[in-house]
T-cell receptor
């Protein structure tokens, strides 16, 4: 049961253009979402997050949009740079009632390639 | 501030053996979570420790266990290794248990032969 889905295994864009990475989730209890970037042989690096009370969060070239009704979020990178080439993971978490059971549920990742 | 460190970085074991992996969180972070990454399954949550107590556990067999020490350092143990346990094991730390951003270490690459 894959609760967080990244349906595009890979994405290729030209340097300077916009990269849009998509993520869908099924668990309506999720209320906090994160994007991580991962290079080979390294651990994931936190990029940006968004709480379910917002629909947009921006940090420099990175913007995350959340559409709660569609259970969809996206990461926009503008402008894309060759150094952005990496695997991008979407992750979600929920705070269940009665406790602070916290874990991140990850999508399987999207490999972004930015061509010079 | 130093990041999350994991030791060893690479490990080769044979089936039936056991292994212990270590994780030192970012200074001041008290929550440590462990994840397994495999090509087919992606990143899957193993367990989380906070204040030396296991707070949450993923869907892994009892062969996977962990503990946390008073200095927040954590260890993960896998007993009776199977070929399918070959994976990248990632440790992540956060300030507290809850809706906190987690910061990952570089991982330990385990190969079971």
């Amino acid at each position: 049961d894959q609760q967080v889905k990244q349906n595009s295994p890979s994405l290729s864009v030209q340097e300077g253009r916009i990269s849009i990475l998509n993520c869908d989730y099924t668990n309506s209890m999720f209320d906090y979402f994160l994007w991580y970037k991962k290079y080979p042989a390294e651990g994931p690096t936190f990029l940006i997050s968004i709480s379910s009370i917002k629909d947009k969060n921006e940090d420099g070239r990175f913007t995350v949009f959340l559409n709660k009704s569609a259970k969809h979020l996206s990461l926009h990178i503008v402008p894309s740079q060759p150094g952005d080439s990496a695997v991008y993971f979407c992750a979600a978490s929920a705070k269940w009632s009665g406790g602070s059971n916290y874990k991140l549920t990850f999508g399987k990742g999207t490999l972004l390639t930015v061509n010079p | 501030k130093a990041g999350v460190t994991q030791t060893p970085r690479y490990l080769i074991k044979t089936r039936g053996q056991q292994v212990t992996l270590s994780c030192s969180p970012i200074s001041g972070h008290r929550s440590v979570s462990w994840y397994q990454q495999t090509p087919g399954q992606g990143l899957q949550f193993l367990f989380e420790y906070f204040s030396e107590t296991q707070r949450n556990k993923g869907n892994f067999p009892g062969r996977f266990s962990g503990r946390q020490f008073s200095n927040s350092r954590s260890e993960m143990n896998v007993s009776t290794l199977e070929l399918g346990d070959s994976a990248l094991y990632l440790c992540a730390s956060s300030l507290a248990s809850g809706q906190e951003t987690q910061y990952f270490g570089p991982g330990t690459r385990l190969l079971v032969l």
